[in-house]
């Protein structure tokens, strides 16, 4: 059974900090591995997607990286500000399609 | 397009009382998911349909949970008889299957928020 874990489970850093957080899986079997953000209160919404056979994805100040081998995942943030506080969660999909297996998330506090 | 449209945002009830919760997907996707979240476990899948079957209902946590997808445009969670430990915020994603998968997502619905006295 596919188990998703991210560390540190929440982060304070003032803004303009570069920061990374960090994703481990258990089954390198998947198709893919997405991060995604949850504000308080609200839905989830996807910030990057790594195919499998993919190694990185960058969107604006993000950046998510894929060692599928070795289980891992970070997402490099640059240049924080407040307006990244949130809950980032990370996820798998895994090869047997349509199930996501998310971690509990990292829940980051941007400092002005 | 709205996304995906959740009913309703906060429900709060007392133990004992059927709740239903309701989901309107994406229009054109082909899959629906339901989640549910806590502290203390995280987001779990409970059900999910595929053009309105259900394909997997393994992590449903007992049987007093049910779902039911009548059409493409509609599906229910129904929880008979509520306890307090269903407390938690309950989730609606929807996606399209393409033809390369790889790169498929889920888009989730703002969440019901379900309190159990």
């Known amino acids: 059974k596919q188990e998703v874990t991210q560390i540190p489970a929440a982060l304070s850093v003032p803004e303009g900090e570069n920061l990374v957080l960090n994703c481990s899986f258990t089954d390198s079997a998947i198709y893919n591995l997405q991060w995604f953000r949850q504000d308080p209160g609200k839905g989830l919404t996807s910030l990057l997607l790594?195919?499998?056979?993919?190694r990185e994805q960058t969107s604006g100040r993000l950046n998510a990286s894929l060692d599928k081998s070795s289980g891992r995942s970070t997402l490099y943030i640059a240049a924080s500000q407040p307006g990244d506080s949130a809950t980032y969660l990370c996820?798998?999909?895994?090869?047997?399609?349509?199930?996501?297996?998310f971690g509990k998330g990292t829940m980051l506090l941007v400092s002005p | 397009d709205a996304g995906v449209i959740q009913s309703p945002r906060h429900e709060v009830t007392e133990m004992g009382q059927e709740v239903t919760l309701r989901c309107k997907p994406i229009s054109g996707h082909d899959y629906l998911f339901w989640y549910r979240q806590t502290m203390m476990r995280g987001l779990e899948l409970l059900i999910y349909?595929?053009?309105?079957?259900?394909?997997?209902d393994s992590g449903m946590p007992e049987d007093r949970f049910s779902a039911k997808m009548p059409n493409a445009s509609f599906s229910t969670l129904k929880i008979q008889p509520s306890e307090p430990r269903d407390s938690a915020v309950y989730f609606c994603?929807?996606?399209?299957?393409?033809?390369?998968?790889?790169?498929?997502?889920?888009?989730f619905g703002p969440g019901t928020r379900l309190t159990v006295l």
């Open positions: 996820a798998v999909m895994n090869s047997g399609y349509s199930t996501l297996t």
């Open positions: 994603a929807s996606s399209l299957r393409t033809w390369d998968s790889f790169t498929d997502t889920q888009y």
């Open positions: 349909f595929n053009n309105n079957v259900p394909i997997d």
């Open positions: 790594i195919q499998s056979s993919q």
